[in-house]
């Protein structure tokens, strides 16, 4: 749940970024400005009686790796779906994850969710598309994918239902990261699995990003420099929530931990009720409803 708290404070501040810079650019400043409170609290568990540097091997990087870049695969996908000009279908093939965590998780991992694990996850899914249709419901989707019909709605179906593969895979990656490093070192904390996962992923992904970005557009390293301020609240907001999300992959099934992720719309909607006094429709409602429950359904298992 504070991985979602922490999130919520990031999108926040990467909002009027995204403006400022670009969507690429803005991921970027996620990861750089975050990779010096990610360094920080590896050196701190380090030198402060966490046992020392953990040994490291292939398989671990290989779980790793593909976390990483996945993870920015997952951004690229959505960017690529948002563009087939329908906003809404775009978000709602993208909330696949959840389900898709679950099934790469069986398949790669070997973790087999229960019964109710499975309904939690169904039931929240649900939930969260309910919660990105537009003014008019169900109407105004099915108006949507009509007008899509006519407008590569084959890209779309194949670049949304990427971007939730993509994150997904990013989800298991890092927990197959975690068990490998457990395996290699026995009785290592949650905790330093979850510091050295976020340290080298953000160092991975900074490279990655910032040399592509660097080649395509030579000019955003003076923007990034020059928006110092707000990135420095967004890099360190999104440390603190990767730093929580990766200790939980340590401790928990990815698709445990992707599912309670969701009680960050609850977040987003109190919100939206309380300080913009806001109202839900009855959809809305309904969605918010079926978060919780699946929510509850998860917590039930533990």
Known sequence: MWAALAQTARN?????????????????????????????????????????????????????????LTQVGATAFLLLAMKERNFVLAVAYSKTEVLQVALFSAVLLNELPGPLALGAMAAATVGVVLLSL?????????????????????????????????FALASVGFRGASLALADANAGVAPWVAGAWGVFWAQLLQSVVLGGWLLARQPGVAGAIARAWRMS???????????????????????SDVRTLGLVEVLFSYLVSRRVFRESLTRTEGAGLALVVAGLVGICAQW
């Open 12 to 68: 926040a501040a990467q909002r009027s970024l995204t403006a400022e810079l670009g969507t690429l650019a803005a991921t970027l400043v996620r990861f750089l400005y975050g990779l010096p409170l990610a360094t920080a609290w590896v050196a701190g568990l380090t030198f402060w009686g966490a046992g020392g540097i953990p040994q490291f091997n292939g398989v671990y990087a290989a779980w790793l790796g593909m976390g990483a």
């Open 134 to 166: 537009p003014p008019g419901g169900l109407r105004a989707l099915r108006a949507g994918s009509a007008v899509a019909a006519g407008q590569g709605s084959s890209r779309l179906v194949v670049y949304g239902l990427a971007s939730g593969a993509c």
């Open 232 to 254: 420095v609240v967004a890099g360190s907001m999104g440390a603190v929530a990767s730093i929580a999300w990766f200790t939980a992959y340590a401790m928990r099934p990815a």
